[in-house]
């Protein structure tokens, strides 16, 4: 069984097949509005959708923010867990089999917005719409500088060397750290998500393991079958990310058989911590369209 880091846990665990996952939920239990599933990026966990989740909890929508083993996860998995890409979407969809989430809203961002292309590109039963804001897509995957970034980090020891400059504030929130994905960033939430990798040498190992299987080939193949993906789809791209290219959100948007594009003036990539508010009425917008359905005209 997996040591136990020494981090706190968060809100609530479960026990699914690969190991223990850590979620954070929000928004009333028995609410009538489709469930809310966030997928976040590499190095960071679930508390990075803690204010939209907040801001749909207020709207009486339920959320839930699984902390995915890309790095940030408190406790290792199981050693004969898939770490490939398309093996972390069979997570989450363990994870929403285990909660008997179905018709859920999926919303990823950065390397959580590929993994939801492999879920979808798996199993997409449980999944009723798809919001994507800035993330991976086709073989941009990881884009440039993350290219670099992530060789650097593709070994155990490799990446407790580089993570080293990650322990001061100021290299964290700069252009070289976190300071490229957004404009608004919280100095002990960045200190959190990096400090399982600096002090856990099994949580390295599930990242490193994800870093390695990861291929922009393989991404490159999901997209041909992305048209097949019955429900309505929302790209909300902050258009300031000078990773993901607006151009990039643009072409996703066009593989999808209904996909609208929603410009976010001034967001990075992470769109959840710069513009919260927007990518909630634009998670909202979707969830109720689709439960009133088409406007029939009157005869």
């Known amino acids: 069984m997996p040591r136990k880091s020494k981090r706190p846990e968060t809100a609530a665990t479960i026990e699914l097949p690969h190991g223990t996952v850590a979620y954070r939920s929000a928004g009333p239990e028995d609410s009538a509005a489709p469930p809310v599933v966030f997928v976040h990026a590499f190095l960071v966990d679930g508390s990075v959708w803690s204010e939209v989740a907040d801001l749909l909890a207020a709207r009486g929508i339920r959320s839930y923010a699984p902390d995915c083993p890309l790095g940030a996860h408190r406790t290792p998995l199981r050693r004969d867990a898939d770490q490939s890409p398309r093996g972390i979407a069979k997570q989450i969809l363990a994870f929403l089999e285990a909660l ?30 798809l919001v994507l804001t800035n993330c991976d897509a086709f073989d ?28 001061a504030r100021a290299f964290r929130h700069s252009p070289l750290g976190f300071g490229l994905l957004a404009n608004r960033i919280d100095p002990d939430q960045a200190r959190a998500w990096v400090e399982p990798c600096l002090t856990d040498k099994e949580i390295r190992e599930d990242a490193v393991r994800f870093l390695r299987a990861a291929d922009p080939q393989d991404l490159l193949d999901v997209s041909t079958r992305l048209h097949r993906f019955d429900g309505p789809a929302r790209i909300v791209w902050g258009m300031a990310d000078r990773a993901f290219r607006p151009s990039l959100g643009r072409r996703l948007q066009r593989v999808f058989k209904d996909a609208e594009f929603v410009e976010v003036p001034g967001a990075k990539t992470f769109v959840q911590l710069d513009a919260p508010g927007m990518l909630a009425d634009q998670i909202d917008a979707i969830s109720m369209s689709s439960r009133l359905g088409p406007i029939e005209e009157a005869d």
């Open 100 to 129: 008997d989430l179905r018709d859920v809203t999926l919303v990823g961002n950065d390397t959580g917005g590929a993994l939801c292309q492999f879920l979808i590109d798996t199993d997409p039963s449980r999944i009723g719409r």
């Open 140 to 167: 941009t995957f990881p884009p440039f500088p993350f290219s670099i970034i992530f060789r650097l980090l593709s070994g155990s020891r490799r990446m407790w060397f580089n993570l080293q400059p990650m322990r």
